[in-house]
């Protein structure tokens, strides 16, 4: 039986990891291949996936603690007899709201570098303390310093639906970051991570030599758990747990290609074994609600999330001034990649989609208020219990009662209801939330979608279209001559063909015609 150990849950210290007897899956052959490669280094990924813990296990290794790394991949591969000076930059506490706030807190933590490192400062501005700071601890200590630095966007992320303010913060940032460019002969290693990518000329002014590791597959599981990991190091914390549950919940995160392993966020498993009840940890953790409101005011349609299709080079596109919808909901961990292509040379295409079941009832969950839905457990208890009893007409009613709920306001102040879209993202996302097996056949036109929801041991058909006001039955026609519900069939389940029209003058349910193909 394997043995059980401290779960080491938000803890950021390599140390504290380490020598409390907690759980840890060894990262440092990454490590070792990052640093071999040298140079200046950028990581993204979504808050909560470890990243502070990998600056602080690189701090440890160029520090030289060998003792710390007994028992890891690295041990022997590495010369622990040099030992270099670390600089190590956080910007993950405290919200700096003001050019001037940012200017004091980048002070004192190169106050405390200097201090720590037994450094002198005397320049007076903050690019001449920095890149004193760098500079003397490579000549007090004899060898090129390394550079961490941790959420070097979160000043600015805080900002962001503030534009002038996020402006000036970037500046501060950016005043602070172009000293990296002529540092390189006082520099062994540099790497900044956060949760966005803001473009090299807003942030980093010249530093061109910065390389983005992002979505390099040697790299794609850096931060995060592996099914290998969670069957070998956690293997002491499955059993009671249904592991094929614990993959549906909370696998699924891709940087690299198909081929490369897709990861778990260490959040959501620590606290699934320590509290042993499957819950959107990760979601909870912050509430999107600046991400719902964007969402809401592009009119995003929502069964379109599970497929989007974008270019490699719009991934990494974030700014104060543009922040492309894939980009935002990929860099904060809420879309991954599905599938990459190279159609032609040089040109990647990424499909996009839900990491898994955790993020997209949670997210469709949050999206419902934006769509004119009021945030009601009971309504999602009620299409629980329906289903529950396959009870048909209970379902027509319900959905009546949901889109007559929606108040007439809502349509007139709301930019989303111009959409045709928006009535099947008010059924889909309905469905969503409540954490069902749903796919999506044709998420590519707007107005109409082909929805199949799989739920105890009944297959649902859907087929939406929008009418000016009288139902005309081509919903249901078209499920039954386009085969929708052929794929199903070998299933020996009852699958239940349900074609919906919406009346765009009533802004209701005119037709909900259901025809049941019995178990074969």
């Known amino acids: 039986m394997p043995q059980k150990r401290n779960l080491p849950i938000g803890i950021q210290a390599f140390e504290k990891i380490r020598r409390g007897d907690h759980y840890y899956v060894d990262k440092t052959p990454h490590l070792l291949r990052l640093v071999s490669e040298g140079g200046y280094f950028f990581l993204s990924r979504p808050r909560r996936f470890g990243k502070s813990l990998l600056l602080d296990t690189l701090k440890c290794l160029f520090e030289g603690r060998q003792d710390l790394f007994e028992?890891?991949?690295?041990?022997?591969?590495?010369?622990?007899?040099?030992?270099?000076?670390?600089?190590?930059?956080?910007?993950?506490?405290?919200?700096?709201?003001t050019r001037e706030a940012l200017d004091v807190h980048i002070d004192e933590l190169l106050r405390a570098e200097a201090s720590r490192l037994e450094v002198a400062l005397t320049n007076t501005s903050i690019p001449g303390r920095f890149r004193e700071l760098i500079q003397q601890a490579h000549a007090v200590h004899g060898q090129r310093a390394v550079v961490l630095i941790d959420e070097y966007d979160k000043p600015i992320l805080d900002n962001i639906t503030e534009p002038e303010r996020a402006r000036a913060v970037r500046e501060g940032l950016k005043n602070l970051y172009s000293v990296l460019k002529d540092a390189d002969p006082h520099l062994r290693f540099c790497l900044l991570t956060g949760v966005s990518k803001f473009s090299t000329v807003s942030l980093f002014s010249g530093l061109n030599n910065l390389n983005d590791i992002t979505l390099d597959e040697p790299y794609a599981d850096i931060c995060g758990y592996t099914d290998e990991d969670v069957d070998t190091v956690f293997a002491a914390e499955l059993p009671g747990l249904d592991r094929a549950e614990i993959r549906d919940w909370y696998n699924g995160y891709r940087w690299g290609g198909t081929d490369t392993a897709s990861v778990y966020n260490p959040f959501d498993l620590l606290l699934l074994f320590q509290k042993r009840r499957f819950a959107p940890y990760w979601f909870e953790s912050a509430t999107p609600t600046f991400l719902v409101d964007l969402l809401s005011e592009r009119g995003v349609f929502t069964p379109r999330l599970d497929a989007m299709q974008t270019e490699a080079e719009l991934l990494g596109r974030f700014d104060v001034d543009g922040i492309a919808t894939e980009a935002l909901l990929f860099q904060t961990g809420y879309l991954t990649v599905h599938a990459v292509e190279?159609?032609?040379?040089?040109?990647?295409?990424?499909?996009?989609?839900?990491?898994?079941?955790?993020?997209?009832?949670?997210?469709?969950?949050?999206?419902?208020?934006?769509?004119?839905?009021?945030?009601?457990?009971?309504?999602?208890?009620?299409?629980?219990?329906?289903?529950?009893?396959?009870?048909?007409?209970?379902?027509?009613?319900?959905?009546?009662?949901?889109?007559?709920?929606?108040?007439?306001?809502?349509?007139?102040?709301?930019?989303?209801?111009?959409?045709?879209?928006?009535?099947?993202?008010?059924?889909?996302?309905?469905?969503?939330?409540?954490?069902?097996?749903?796919?999506?056949?044709?998420?590519?036109?707007?107005?109409?979608?082909?929805?199949?929801?799989a739920f105890g041991g009944h297959v649902y058909v859907f087929e939406f279209k929008v009418v000016e006001q009288v139902p005309q039955g081509r919903a249901l026609q078209q499920i039954k001559d386009k085969g929708y519900a052929d794929k199903y069939r070998g299933r020996g389940q009852p699958i239940h063909l349900i074609g919906v029209e919406f009346s765009r003058e009533q802004r209701q349910v005119v037709a909900f015609e259901v025809e049941t193909v019995p178990a074969t």
Request: aromatic fraction near 12%; hydrophobic fraction near 45%; charged fraction near 20%.
């Open 71 to 97: 028992g890891l991949f690295i041990l022997e591969q590495w010369d622990w007899q040099v030992r270099h000076p670390v600089i190590r930059l956080s910007f993950a506490d405290g919200v700096l709201t």
């Open 342 to 453: 190279e159609p032609m040379t040089g040109y990647w295409l990424y499909t996009l989609g839900y990491p898994n079941r955790e993020v997209e009832s949670s997210l469709n969950q949050a999206l419902l208020p934006a769509l004119g839905v009021p945030e009601s457990p009971r309504q999602r208890l009620s299409l629980f219990r329906i289903l529950q009893a396959h009870d048909l007409d209970a379902l027509e009613v319900h959905f009546k009662a949901l889109f007559a709920s929606l108040p007439h306001d809502w349509y007139r102040n709301n930019p989303i209801a111009r959409y045709e879209g928006h009535y099947a993202s008010v059924f889909y996302s309905h469905f969503a939330a409540l954490g069902l097996r749903i796919s999506v056949e044709d998420s590519s036109h707007m107005g109409k979608v082909d929805m199949a929801v």
